[in-house]
């Protein structure tokens, strides 16, 4: 089984930039396909981005696409979200998943079983 843990939240200016890390532990994350979530105060989980196995395939939510990239390490077991343009209602903790399969990531996300602790991102106007 797969572990994550998150880093790299914190506070930033309305136009900022931020790169969160999702390191994990294992030696099948290659194998995994990752996402990012995040869920805001007094708001439900949502989608963010997804990258295959691989990192041949991405996907997005529409409210980050041209501004949030996702990215995989997989020799450092890593996945990254470069977050570009930050907006206040970019406001969330972001949590990294993992599942072998990009579908179940990007639309079966309340079946997911391997979740990071989350980070803490907070975007200032």
């Known amino acids: 089984q797969v572990q994550l843990v998150e880093s790299g939240g914190g506070l930033v200016q309305a136009g900022g930039s931020l790169r969160l890390s999702c390191a994990a532990s294992?030696?099948?994350?290659?194998?995994?396909?990752m996402g990012w979530f995040r869920q805001a105060p007094g708001k439900e989980r949502e989608f963010v981005a997804a990258?295959?196995?691989?990192?041949?395939?991405?996907d997005y939510a529409d409210s980050v696409k041209g501004r949030f990239t996702i990215s995989r390490d997989n020799a450092k077991n890593t996945v990254y979200l470069q977050m570009n343009s930050l907006k206040p209602e970019d406001t969330a903790v972001y949590y990294c998943a993992a599942d072998p399969s990009l579908h179940t990531i990007r639309v079966e996300s309340r079946s997911l079983e391997v979740w990071g602790q989350g980070t803490l991102v907070t975007v200032s106007s």
């Open positions: 990258i295959s196995w691989a990192g041949g395939r991405t």
């Open positions: 294992g030696r099948t994350f290659s194998s995994y396909a």
